[in-house]
């Protein structure tokens, strides 16, 4: 087997099947860590020893305000893999996810972005699927596993009325395509990531950050991938944890959410949002609403649908969105 790098790609070619070349483009692992302990640690240590081979590879770890001092430990890692760059960037406050991958995108050097969570496990040949799939204008969405149990998501689908997502069971639930791709893998060319303008920062902290992502992906011409075998194993909160967390965060979650929602849905659709949300929570909906408007979102949805060769309709239709609501109903 011979290697050669060409215009920044490595060329492998077995003896005597020089027509089934495959073209290694380098990765960067991008990954937002905040107070993870030693599971960004073990979550770098997977990408490094699942690979398929030694090629260039390059990590970038946001630490968005950890007060923890978890990524203290990846230096002696990244040591091991003398190959191997290991970029670590501080943010002395708390900016949340959409900054944080942003700001790490915007370090990445190489051509392929591999955007996951600091909680996650990279399976042996992580590698292999990406470079076998991945196009120009085409998203994959990794398979997610639940550390604790047999469980897999293979990507999300949205939810109507509330923007929120549920996970898809079924590797084949949408004929291999995935609405949503979800946090834990997100593989994309760097040249579509900024084509299409990163994550939203406008949406703070948690909350409708991949939803978003993948919906402006769809609308702006890309399609999303599922690639069943690249598996990656993530902790998931505890079930006694989850409803302290939305019980915390709702506020912020809602407010996204609605953002979410005034930037893409058709008026008949976002007035039953706007009822949802008036029945969740009807005495914080109205400042809610004030707030979300104050950050000129109906200037931002004006640009938005003018830049989209496609219109959230088409998306529905694709991905049966009102047909389940009302199957569901």
Sequence with gaps: MKALLDSGMLVVTKTGMSSQNMRITPVSVIIPVRNEGDRIVQTVESILSGRSRSFPVEIVVVDDGSTDNSCDGLMPVADCYGEASLVVIRLESWSGIPFARNRGARVARYPIYVITDGNTRFPPNWDLPIWQNLAS?????????????????????????????TWIPKADGYGGFAPIAACTGTVIEQSTFWRLGGYDESL????????????????????????????????????????SFLQDNSAVLHRNYLRFACCYLPKELLVQTYDYYA?????ALASWLAEVASNGIWNHRARLHQSFSRDFRWFADKFSLLKERCDGD
């Excluded at 997610?144 to 929120?164: E, I, K, N, T, W």
């Excluded at 029945?279 to 005495?283: C, F, I």
């Design 137 to 165: 204008r085409r998203i994959l969405a990794a398979t997610v596993g639940d550390m604790a149990s047999s469980f897999r998501g293979y990507g999300c689908q949205l939810l109507l009325p509330s923007m929120g997502v």
């Design 204 to 243: 703070p902290l948690y909350g409708a950050a991949e939803p978003e992502f993948s919906l402006r992906a769809w609308l702006s011409g890309c399609e999303i991938r599922t690639v069943p075998e690249l598996l990656i194993s993530h902790r998931f909160r505890p079930r006694s944890d989850v409803g």
């Design 279 to 283: 029945t969740l929570a009807p005495a």
